[in-house]
């Protein structure tokens, strides 16, 4: 069985995903990358995470070609390959539809960053997409959901790897990390710093966010690198 230990780290994500409460039934999907083989490995389409098995996995390439595997890959899979294409330093994707970052999701709203724990994972508000076309939404809409995410950190110029997560309109959340724990990991506290943003705006009804000041503390405390957001 090809890339065995990327399957085995893929499928422990994935059912991170349902242990944290993070998707129902066969909603969501995780995947990760071999970068120097150049192919993804992600969950098929469909499969109750109960019976995912790393010889379920699908093998792709960069292009979503299957490469390996029996079943349909997760039908979200050119949101991930484009992904990984043009954020060359992630090492997995994970997609959920949990509760309160669907919610910000649904309302085209991006999730402010109201406090310490959010500025430790997300250097900065955590990004939503333009609301995708009606021409994608009939058409290509996997891959423009990809395209609209890349284009909303490229022209807010923020660093993938500093905010590791956004909302798409309308839809859920796609997070990402340097591997398949790590994105799953950010996945679940996106869906943490969103419960508690909704109620610090339910209670506050604003969203101002942290001074700069302490979200630099916190977020070069736990990161260390100099992370951009919102600068050319
Ligand atoms: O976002 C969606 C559907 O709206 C998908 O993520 C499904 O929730 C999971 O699809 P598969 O990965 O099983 O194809």
Partial sequence: ??????RIAVLEANLELVKRGLVL????NASGIDRERGLVVIKPSGVDYDELRPEHMVVTDLDGKIVDGDLRPSSDLDTHTLLYREFRSIGAVVHTHSEYATSFAQAGMAIPALGTTHADYFYGAVP???????EACAGQYVHETGVAIVKRFREQGIDPMA???VLVAGHAPFCWGKNPDDAAHNAVVLEAVARMAYRTLTLKATSEGVS???LDRHYFRKHG???TYGQR
């Fill in 1 to 6: 069985m090809m890339l065995k230990d990327l």
């Fill in 25 to 28: 039934y066969t909603f969501g």
């Fill in 128 to 134: 939503v997409t333009e609301p995708l076309s009606d």
């Fill in 163 to 165: 905010v590791p997560g």
């Fill in 212 to 214: 700069q000041a302490l």
């Fill in 225 to 227: 690198a100099k992370a």
